[in-house]
């Protein structure tokens, strides 16, 4: 196999990520490294969107530059081809988001129907609230009416029957209006990720403008309504998350205890899995094969999900995910969707770890499988958890490396905590921001990439803005690396500035504030609905930025055209594959600038992307008439 020449201390700093790189090598254990190694180089046709594999008169490889294959077999030039495969892979992240939203979206349906035991409302007010924004009467209404009714609602905003979904009533009038000039409101759902596959069918749409237009309608069909539906019913289902301090790393896992990792997206597996290990018969059976107990900790966006309700520790991310098995200390990956290498199952046989896939669209072949649904779930996680007890029993503990000690984080900022701290409304943080003391807001999300160094552009990122003065937030992958690098407490105020410092002091906020999961980043589109109401301006208007500077999956790719089609322009470390348009990467930097009010920006260098969501900033606040 092909070697990575980088050395371990270039592919992470921290010290859990280097012992168990160190151990998988060792052991003789490929990791997402390697196997990027052996695939490097890339295909240049694929890497700049020139490929086409849409209909069996090909697979065509087109080439702009000529002299030969300027167009496909059909015809398509080289900007049709970007568009067409850029729309579709936005689509499929948008799907992704939007499939998970309508998971939780049955949940409640079940709940409110009686049918899915051992879920409940969590909190009732919210479901209330919520109620009441889309004009549902609650008067008369039990809980379970309330979400038989809310369920009904939202089930619409996935289908053909409303001419704009229902939650673009948090977004500023002139925001919508904006939208509908560019035929880029989202109706449905699901409808705009369908008319997505067929406008790029061939033969269908070939306008490449009008196909990335589209491309922002889907995306914003993600943002502000299959994410957003699925972060507001997971905290009616599950609580909306308060402020708390927990710990992160690989450091977490217990050497005495089963070890428990959720892995992938939803909340709907992992609160069961962690209500069963909870449950007092389960750490009975775990003490009786001679643990000190159970211990469930979270990988990616459905770590972050439970670290965010339930205060459970955080292992890592994207990248930590393989490492983590590395440990040998894990007993099994409890696993949904999303973003689960299918390497993990082959990693897993490596140890005595157990790999369970939960989700009948998510099955990992070699893995052991046990479909979780709403009328089983309770049953099947009592199942996993003994399955996890049985493992532990088989444990080498001669190959147990538990790196590192944890490191804590503060946990749980939804705009609901968040306005709470800030003493009920958000006018002291829109004081902060007038005066300057809090120059702007910027939200680092997503992934992490083997191609980057491991958290280096995240983290390097977010101290640079901190310093600035500027208030970070974080959601998904990003949270563990800034947890990491001390960012995510009151002492990390001390690499801040000294107005955001100041500001924070005095609400006893850290630096960088957890908003969630990547389905979360809605919270800070609804946060930012809300200060430019609050302002009398659009959102293109706020002294704000999103940045994903590790990102690899069609998710963030969704994630980030929302953003910019929300007019917040976005930071990415490296480009989509779309350099093979000079007219789609145009409109990606500058294009879209006319049309939304924001654009991409990419960036490798943490430093440099830093100065360019500065200046930005910048510019907004003098826009404002506020001092820069
Ligand atoms: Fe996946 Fe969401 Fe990216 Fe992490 S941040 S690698 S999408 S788990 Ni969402
Ligand atoms: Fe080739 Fe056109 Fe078919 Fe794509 S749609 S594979 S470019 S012929």
Redesign the pocket.
């Known amino acids: 196999m092909a070697k990575d020449t980088r050395t371990i201390e270039e592919l992470s700093p921290w010290e859990d990520a280097r012992r168990m790189l160190a151990k998988a090598k060792d052991e003789g254990i490929a990791t997402v490294w390697d196997r990027l190694a052996e695939q490097t180089p890339h295909c240049t046709f694929c890497d700049q969107g020139l490929t086409c594999n849409k209909c069996v008169m090909g697979p065509c490889r087109v080439n702009p530059k000529g002299p030969k294959r300027q167009l496909g077999v059909c015809g398509a030039d080289g900007d049709l081809t970007v568009a067409r495969n850029f729309g579709r892979f936005v689509a499929a992240g948008a799907a992704s988001h939007s499939d998970h939203g309508r998971d939780l979206l049955e949940a409640l349906e079940s709940v409110g129907q009686g049918t899915a035991p051992g879920y409940a409302v969590r909190d009732a007010d919210k479901l209330v609230r919520l109620c009441a924004e889309v004009g549902i009467e609650t008067k008369g209404l039990d809980a379970p009416d309330q979400a038989k009714a809310l369920a009904e609602h939202f089930f619409e905003d996935f289908g053909t029957r409303r001419p704009a979904l229902s939650l673009l009533s948090r977004a500023p009038k002139k925001r919508r209006e904006i939208w509908d000039a560019a035929r880029s409101t989202p109706r449905g759902i699901d409808r705009e990720c369908v008319e997505m596959l067929h406008r790029t069918h061939m033969g269908v749409d070939c306008d490449p403008v009008s196909i990335c237009l589209h491309a922002a309608r889907t995306a914003l069909a993600d943002g502000w309504g299959g994410s957003m539906i699925g972060t507001e019913l997971s905290d009616i289902l599950f609580g909306t998350p308060r402020p708390a301090t927990v710990e992160a790393n690989l450091g977490v896992l217990r050497a005495d205890s089963v070890n428990i990792l959720v892995h992938g997206?939803s909340p709907v597996v992992s609160e069961m899995i962690l209500a069963a290990a909870r449950d007092p018969e389960m750490v009975a059976k775990a003490k009786a094969v001679g643990a000190a107990g159970i211990n469930v900790a979270g990988l990616?966006?459905t770590g972050n999900e439970v670290l965010m309700r339930q205060g459970v520790p955080l292992a890592g991310?994207?990248l930590m995910t393989e490492l983590a098995l590395v440990t040998g200390a894990v007993e099994m990956v409890v696993a949904d969707y999303?973003?689960v290498m299918p390497s993990l199952v082959q990693i897993a046989s490596c140890y005595h770890t157990r790999f369970v896939s939960t989700s009948e669209k998510a099955r990992f072949p070699g893995g052991t499988h046990l479909e979780f649904t709403l009328e089983n779930a309770r049953d099947k996680a009592h199942e996993a958890v003994e399955l996890a007890i049985e493992a532990f029993t088989r444990r080498d503990a001669g190959r147990v490396d538990i790196p590192s000690v944890p490191v804590s984080l503060r946990t749980g900022y939804s705009n609901e905590a968040v306005l709470e701290a800030l003493g009920g409304s958000a006018e002291p943080l829109l004081a902060a921001i007038k005066i300057g003391l809090v120059r702007g807001v910027v939200g680092i999300?997503?992934?992490?990439n083997p191609k980057l160094p491991h958290d280096g552009i995240l983290t390097g990122l977010a101290k640079e803005l901190i310093r600035q003065d500027i208030l970070v937030v974080v959601?998904?992958?990003?949270t563990v690396a800034m947890g990491k690098a001390g960012l995510m407490t009151t002492e990390g105020l001390e690499q801040a500035g000294v107005g955001l410092a100041e500001f924070c002091s005095r609400f006893d906020l850290p630096p960088v504030l957890h908003v969630g999961?990547?389905v979360d980043n809605s919270r800070i589109l609804a946060l930012c609905g809300l200060l430019a109401d609050a302002l009398g301006v659009d959102i293109a208007d706020l002294p704000v930025a999103a940045s994903a500077p590790e990102?690899?999956?069609e998710?963030?790719a969704a994630i980030g055209l929302y953003a910019v089609a929300s007019g917040i322009m976005t930071h990415l470390g490296l480009p989509p594959n779309i350099l093979g348009s000079e007219l789609v990467t145009g409109l990606a930097l500058e294009g879209l600038e006319d049309v939304f009010g924001a654009t991409f920006v990419v960036e490798p260098d943490p430093v440099k992307a830093a100065e360019a969501i500065s200046r930005r900033i910048t510019a907004k606040r003098l826009a404002l008439g506020l001092n820069d």
């Open positions: 997206h990616c966006c991310n994207h999303q973003c999300v997503g992934c992490n959601t998904g992958c990003a999961s990547c990102w690899y999956s998710k963030a």
